[in-house]
DNA sequence: TTGTATGCGTTATCAT
DNA sequence: ATGATAACGCATACAA
């Protein structure tokens, strides 16, 4: 019994052109062949709609071109912007992407990276929670947000610069006596230099400062009991407030708003991430913007460098403030 | 010269353990082998950390375990959530996922179809713009929104019971006269019967109505000329809107803001989607929520389903509708 | 320049 | 039950 139905071959080209084997696949691969074989050739990969096919080439030369990404969801402003300019740029250099949602379960984070290298893949890239990821020596690896030792990079914004570019946009608009507002994992990060980062600018503008942190396990309730406790006489003791994420900001803003607190006429609010889902009318707070995109082609540049002397250690993009409307501001920049 | 940097294979792992090829090829796959045997091969695979390679047994079974998402982006709130419940669910099957992004672009749209098909995937599932997709007859597909013609099974929301469910909630809620707004894809796609499901329920329901619709090209700017033409002695001439899409509803709320339109009090608004990108505390506005994660699921059954007679070629889920701050409500849902 | 033969890592069909 | 061998589709070194 023969293969019928199954999609054609080299060989089936081959055949259809009366040519060699060797002929069809130097067809395929651009490479030197004679005019009146090359047409036939050519001819009969039209006629039989044949496609080469990758799992043969990738066993073949070793080489698969294909990435994987591992990151916590495609769903949070911040994974899914990162997620798509990714995909752009893999795209751009002709690589696949293999999505993996690993939902912060630093098992299912290992099992993708073992599917990932089962798979042949050239690289992976991978904002992770697992602090002891087992990765192959020999498959590329570079990091978002986490340092994860000397021989993989990691590339982050600058989340130091960031922070002290809220203190600082704060003091100048007008700021005494400002909150920092933390949640989300303790893990050793990036991330978590915009404490430093926001510490270092208010000393340096003479801005005095409180600090609510909360770790993993925490209720989100303890931000609205520590808002409130700073309530006296109708007045919040603070007049902005740094929140770690815009998500962070998005809900300490809705608390505000519950307790009759004007932002930003009595408070000025700013975050961090920066995404803007629908395009520029779509803002939820001022923020620093992560540059995302930049992020996205920095990762995929140095995952897919060849030169492995090359890759540094950390890489930290420059970030920028975004008015979003929580702030006092000159004026709101255009909108459309 | 040998290899020796490169990954183990199963002769180095026959070789170690002193047994046949085929051995270690059984005891990988889980086939009835002598005890002796397993245990020799187990402790093999554990010292030369060897790992399937799936390139090859996938030449080998034509078989891939691997499946396309075609998706104009991850960005925007619905194919994020698509996305990552396609993910989700292929994962609980094991299979893997290559993310195609397409940006609307029917040509790269064609491109991907290509590269997948290349890549020996096991199907394709796609949200697509491109009326004339030229796809393999033998590579499964199923279509998420859009139909494409009886071969390939359409999946959506029931996007008319959605409009109709618009209607009948604005009516409830005490609207008299409402208007609908529109923008987007004029393909013809499943989307689109919301607009058919309205003008039902309005008319069942004795709402009156009027409709402004916007081209692929028109500038937003129409839709505050439109409802600015509404407003005679600052009131707004309708009571009720109904917006196609969340992201509308988000744009007329900024519109109406500016015009001093108070919402829910002098218009109630009621978008379509219902993503809560920060989970319960999040919302822009009330809306006709998509059963995404049903549609996720139901998208790889039908695309992994052997019985090819057994696929129809169109499913609607079933639609609610979620409070969301733009309409009167008896009282607001529990936060948290 | 074109054709032939071998091997990539696996699975499956054979004998043993 | 285990071991040898062919085949999957392609690329390439080598022979013609």
């Known amino acids: 019994?023969?293969?019928?139905?199954?999609?054609?071959?080299?060989?089936?080209?081959?055949?259809?052109?009366?040519?060699?084997?060797?002929?069809?696949?130097?067809?395929?691969?651009?490479?030197?062949?004679?005019?009146?074989?090359?047409?036939?050739?050519?001819?009969?990969?039209?006629?039989?709609?044949?496609?080469?096919?990758?799992?043969?080439?990738?066993?073949?030369?070793?080489?698969?071109?294909?990435?994987?990404?591992?990151?916590?969801?495609?769903?949070?402003?911040?994974?899914?912007?990162?997620?798509?300019?990714?995909?752009?740029?893999?795209?751009?250099?002709?690589?696949?992407?293999?999505?993996?949602?690993?939902?912060?379960?630093?098992?299912?984070?290992?099992?993708?990276?073992?599917?990932?290298?089962?798979?042949?893949?050239?690289?992976?890239?991978?904002?992770?929670?697992?602090?002891?990821?087992?990765?192959?020596?020999?498959?590329?690896?570079?990091?978002?947000?986490?340092?994860?030792?000397?021989?993989?990079?990691?590339?982050?914004?600058?989340?130091?610069?960031?922070?002290?570019?809220?203190?600082?946009?704060?003091?100048?608009?007008?700021?005494?006596?400002?909150?920092?507002l933390r949640s989300g994992s303790t893990l050793d990060n990036e991330p978590n230099k915009r404490k430093a980062g926001f510490e270092t600018g208010c000393l340096s503008r003479g801005l005095s400062y409180e600090m609510k942190i909360l770790n993993d396990g925490d209720p989100f309730e303890e931000f609205e009991h520590f808002i409130s406790e700073h309530i006296h006489d109708g007045r919040l003791s603070f007049d902005g407030i740094f929140c770690v994420t815009d998500r962070l900001a998005y809900h300490i803003l809705s608390i505000l708003h519950r307790l009759q607190i004007r932002v930003p006429e009595d408070v000025q609010l700013i975050g961090f991430d920066g995404i803007r889902t629908f395009g520029s009318i779509d803002y939820h707070c001022s923020t620093i913007v992560q540059p995302v995109s930049d992020m996205a082609e920095m990762c995929v540049d140095l995952l897919l460098r060849e030169n492995t002397m090359a890759k540094p250690p950390l890489v930290c993009l420059p970030v920028t403030y975004a008015y979003g409307g929580t702030t006092l501001e000159e004026k709101a920049p255009a909108n459309c």
Request: proline letters at 4%.
């Open 1 to 180: 019994m023969k293969k019928d139905f199954s999609t054609p071959t080299m060989k089936d080209v081959a055949k259809e052109a009366g040519v060699a084997l060797g002929t069809v696949s130097k067809v395929v691969n651009g490479l030197p062949v004679g005019d009146s074989y090359r047409i036939r050739v050519e001819a009969a990969i039209q006629k039989l709609n044949y496609q080469v096919n990758s799992y043969a080439q990738g066993l073949k030369a070793n080489k698969t071109y294909t990435v994987a990404l591992l990151i916590p969801n495609t769903i949070e402003p911040f994974y899914a912007s990162l997620t798509y300019y990714i995909n752009v740029a893999l795209m751009k250099k002709r690589y696949r992407m293999l999505l993996c949602a690993t939902d912060y379960d630093p098992r299912q984070e290992q099992e993708y990276i073992m599917m990932a290298q089962q798979n042949k893949v050239d690289g992976i890239i991978g904002l992770t929670y697992n602090p002891n990821l087992i990765v192959d020596e020999n498959t590329p690896f570079v990091a978002i947000d986490r340092s994860m030792g000397s021989k993989i990079p990691c590339v982050a914004c600058d989340n130091f610069a960031g922070g002290q570019l809220a203190a600082e946009k704060l003091a100048d608009l007008g700021c005494k006596h400002v909150a920092f």
